[in-house]
């Protein structure tokens, strides 16, 4: 039997072009919350294989009820149980930065694996290791690039610069200056707080009176990306945009990224938002099927 998409309310249509990308039904998951702050989850009864979806923005409330989620399907039939989190949060903190604090990124990776037979996500925020299996051994984890759908989204800048705002995105950036065969800079930060920066490009007068589109894995707060527009404003830029593949940012920070003179913002629909406007569906479907994780009609 074919695998069923089970989906969180909140990722309802994102869920829901997965399930037809793959041919697939689709179950709402649904959930009850006590005044105490516990939940009661439900699931619709599912094939023997399982896609469990929901991006973990939001994680501290949302990935108790993920394990729940993943539990009941199991206690109704499913022999395998795939998340499908686009967006995968506790992956940034890889190292202990200071004596006493959590490697959250271990901590989470160790959960997900011993709850489900395989995770699939896209563009996870790793730093110093090489792939997400690293992070979740004994399972398949997946890390897929959304730089195909990104390049695409690029046809409507007449003769872009792609930008990187700091070193960390220097993987992204280049990934996708070579799939759109595009020049790009890489800015270098300097960072005083969460919401501090400073940030400066080498070389770019070379590139005055050209259109920029800043390029990052994430927006979340945009500080960084507000203050790379400036710079590039004050060395001559004709246009600004940003993209990313995940965007976090809320009401207050894009209207900050607008006044610091960012003109659009776009985003895969791997977090729910006004930004998000690319559509993910296409490329997990094709990875899911890939693995053999859509289920098998002919059974």
Known sequence: MAAIVHYFDECATPALRLAEALGATAGAIEVH???DGESRVRVAPSASAAILYRSLD????RLVEVLLAASALRDNGAGQVILVAPYLGYMRQDIAFRPGEAVSQRVIGALLADHFDGVLTVDPHLHRIASLGEVMPGIPAVAISACP???????????PVLVGPDSESRQWVSALADAAGLQFLIG???????????????????????????VDDLISSGETLA?????????????VDAMATHCLAGPDDLARLRAAGIASVRATDTVAGPCADIAIAGLLAETITAYGWAGNEAE
């Open 149 to 159: 759908l990104l390049a695409q989204s690029l046809t409507g800048v007449a003769n």
């Open 33 to 35: 919350r006590f005044p």
């Open 227 to 239: 203050q790379a527009a400036r710079h590039l404003h004050g060395a001559g830029a004709a246009t």
């Open 58 to 61: 939001n994680p501290n409330a």
């Open 188 to 214: 270098e930060k300097q960072r005083h707080g969460d919401r501090a920066v400073s940030i400066r490009f080498d070389g770019i007068e070379q590139f005055a009176g050209r259109n920029f589109v800043l």
